[in-house]
């Protein structure tokens, strides 16, 4: 699992890469900040929250998807400028949160319209899911574990809601996308508690050995 855990990450940072690269290095030419493009990523969510609301889904994953792929730019941007920051680090993963956040609350409004309460539920699931997954994290940063372990980052919950956006117009595709999110997130709330777990078993451990 550790192996395992270990290719993915390194996957997800080949990925990222490949695909902000050519954008960056144009970027780099311009006056655009990363705190620019984390301020307009989450701008892009609220308009996606308000597209969701008024019932024009596949136009919203469209908008999701380029907030998503603006979410990737800012942190490759700054790191290519040398402009990280450990504020600009706190900001992007606040703002992260909030659009989030923003994104599932569109989804619980537009369910709440519809009277669909087993949906709305699942984005009540989703939203205490996801939220957990970072806590774990921050948490454990705090204690000194670096945690980015875990099969379900954010990364994969917003590809698989752009995907459930993108075809809503099959038969309950949003709704099996909520459904993956919840239950997949809480899998990772489980990977990273079981990995913080060990690690901190391990620190005592070595107390005890006097090493």
Not at 74 to 94: E, I, Y
Not at 145 to 152: A, S, T
Request: include cysteine; hydrophobic fraction near 55%.
């Amino acid at each position: 699992m550790k192996l395992l855990m270990t290719r993915l990450i390194e996957l997800r940072k080949v990925a990222a890469n490949y695909l902000t690269r050519p954008v960056v290095k144009f970027l780099a030419r311009t006056a655009v900040t990363p705190d620019f493009l984390t301020i307009l990523s989450s701008l892009l969510a609220v308009g996606a929250a308000v597209l969701i609301i008024t019932n024009h889904l596949v136009a919203a994953g469209l908008v999701v998807l380029a907030a998503g792929f603006l979410d990737m730019l800012d942190g490759a941007l700054a790191r290519h400028n040398n402009q990280s920051s450990r504020f600009g680090a706190v900001l992007d993963s606040t703002i992260d949160r909030i659009s989030e956040a923003v994104l599932l609350f569109g989804i619980l409004v537009f369910y709440t319209i519809h009277q669909a309460v087993l949906p709305a539920i699942l984005v009540y699931v989703a939203l205490i899911g996801s939220v957990l997954v970072s806590y774990i994290r921050a948490r454990a940063e705090v204690v000194g574990i670096d945690c980015r372990v875990g099969l379900f980052t954010r990364a994969e919950r917003v590809f698989v809601l752009v995907m459930g956006l993108l075809f809503s117009w099959l038969d309950n595709a949003l709704v099996i996308a909520l459904a993956v999110i919840a239950v997949f997130s809480f899998f990772t709330v489980w990977q990273r508690l079981f990995y913080v777990w060990r690690q901190t078993r391990s620190d005592f451990e070595k107390k005890e050995r006097g090493e």
